[in-house]
């Protein structure tokens, strides 16, 4: 089993739409979890930071952490085509621990007009 | 934030050449690293690069094929020696941000084929 798993896609869906992206993960020590988009060509650029459980809310990106259940979620609301993109989710160790995340493969995301 | 630039941004070589791959970093970083991302995975650490030291490879990856520098705060280079079809891929550089040490940022990668 992988210390990350996330549904590669793609997952296709209409503009302006409620996009659910998720992952699961293995390591129960994982603290701090993020969310990078990575555009076609492009380096991943961090998205959303949080810390433990919770959610955490920008614009029209909802990240959402359940430690319990070893789930974390990222929503987009009114999704643009602009959105399309590979999200993937990554999740480092706490504080004294080793730093370097551990990310997911991606899933790749399409909003069509 | 920081912003990190790479060259080449892509390149095709001849097996058994080196190319090295330069990282740009426009403000000072704790630390620096140098991953693989190959199409349909995950990203994966090649390295951690230390200022003035040889760098921290991980599991799978070795020196003398990934020969690392660091000479400075703001930039490293990562060469990849004696290529073989098996190494197209692209190679990113990152960065940790000073603010919050458990984020990191990310070049816009090095498009690498090996014929």
């Known amino acids: 089993q992988k210390e990350v798993e996330q549904d590669p896609g793609p997952l296709s869906v209409p503009e302006g739409a409620i996009v659910s992206l998720n992952c699961t993960y293995s390591?129960?020590?994982?603290?701090?979890f993020m969310w990078y988009r990575q555009y076609s060509r492009k380096g991943p650029e961090l998205l959303m930071y949080t810390y433990s459980s919770g959610n955490k809310e920008d614009g029209r990106f909802t990240a959402q952490v359940d430690k319990s259940s070893k789930y974390i979620s990222l929503f987009i609301r009114d999704s643009q085509p602009s959105d399309s993109a590979t999200y993937l989710c990554a999740m480092s160790l706490t504080s004294g621990g080793s730093y370097i995340p551990t990310f997911g493969r991606g899933t790749s995301l399409i909003v069509h007009p | 934030s920081a912003v990190i630039s790479q060259k080449p941004s892509r390149d095709i070589c001849q097996r058994g050449t080196s190319l090295t791959i330069q990282c740009q970093v426009d403000?000072?970083?704790?630390?620096m690293f140098w991953y693989r991302q190959q199409p349909g995975q995950s990203l994966t650490l090649i390295a951690t690069?230390?200022?003035?030291?040889?760098?921290?490879?991980e599991s799978g990856f070795v020196i003398d094929k990934f020969p690392i520098s660091r000479p400075n705060l703001t930039f490293s280079t990562l060469t990849v020696s004696n290529m073989s079809p098996e190494d197209s891929s692209i190679y990113l550089c990152s960065a940790r941000a000073l603010e919050y040490q458990e984020t990191q940022y990310f070049g816009p990668g090095t498009r690498l084929l090996v014929l």
């Open positions: 403000s000072q970083v704790t630390m």
């Open positions: 690069a230390n200022q003035g030291s040889e760098a921290t490879y």
């Open positions: 390591n129960s020590a994982f603290q701090y």
